[in-house]
């Protein structure tokens, strides 16, 4: 079985500072991880993805995360928060070789201030 | 390229009432899915179509929930009847295929609230 953890439910940064989402996964498999962001009234979109390839994988808006398989973490990070980088962001792991069965995490709601 | 597009965005329904919901994916995706997502919860699948047939549907509650997927390309997921515990954002997605470096598009759901 797959499962991921979102260690915050909410974190709060100011603008131009480092954001830190954590993530930490379990799998049978080698895992597909993600990132997705949900804006307010707005469909999910993929802000990254890792597929075995490179470990540091980058992403949209200067996000990036890095796959760590000896803590099983998949940590997302931005250098300099903006404000409109404000919304809910989901870690996401599914069996490598498919894009189907995504296990959702329960979510980190991320609030940037001035 | 046109987004997935969900229908209703809203709905309030009195439980036991029936309802349904429309989805209609991105042009030339062959894999649909219908996630769950409650208040404070992650989306959690339903079902997941491939064409007009169904791969997965392990986590439906077949005894109220049911979908269709007709000539592969809408969907509509009904619940009959509903109860207090369907509230919730119901989120269609598609993807072109199944491998690892396919996307999956969301739509924006359909917020459904039992009272």
């Known amino acids: 079985a797959q499962s991921v953890t979102q260690l915050d439910s909410h974190v709060s940064v100011s603008e131009g500072t480092p954001v830190l989402l954590r993530c930490n996964y379990s799998?049978?498999?080698?895992?597909?991880l993600f990132w997705y962001v949900q804006h307010p009234n707005k469909g999910l979109q993929l802000l990254l993805k890792y597929t075995s390839a490179a470990t540091l994988v980058k992403g949209i808006n200067g996000f990036e995360a890095e796959f760590k398989k000896s803590e099983t973490s998949f940590h997302l990070t931005k250098p300099s928060a903006h404000m409109s980088d404000a919304a809910e962001y989901f870690c996401?792991?599914?069996?490598?070789?498919?894009?189907?069965?995504?296990?959702f995490g329960t979510g980190t709601r991320l609030q940037v201030t001035l | 390229e046109a987004g997935v597009a969900q229908s209703p965005r809203y709905k309030i329904i009195e439980k036991r009432q029936s309802v349904a919901f429309w989805c209609n994916p991105i042009s030339g995706h062959a894999t649909l899915y219908w996630y769950q997502q409650i208040l404070g919860q992650g989306p959690k699948l339903l079902i997941q179509?491939?064409?007009?047939?169904?791969v997965d549907d392990s986590q439906l509650p077949k005894d109220r929930f049911s979908a269709e997927r007709l000539k592969g390309v809408d969907s509509t997921l009904k619940i009959q009847p509903a109860k207090l515990e369907d509230s919730a954002v119901y989120l269609c997605?598609?993807?072109w295929g199944r491998g690892t470096n396919t996307e999956a598009f969301f739509g924006q759901g359909t917020r459904l609230t039992v009272v």
């Open positions: 179509f491939q064409n007009n047939g169904v």
């Open positions: 799998s049978s498999y080698s895992p597909s």
């Open positions: 997605a598609s993807t």
């Open positions: 996401v792991v599914s069996e490598a070789g498919t894009a189907s069965k995504l296990t």
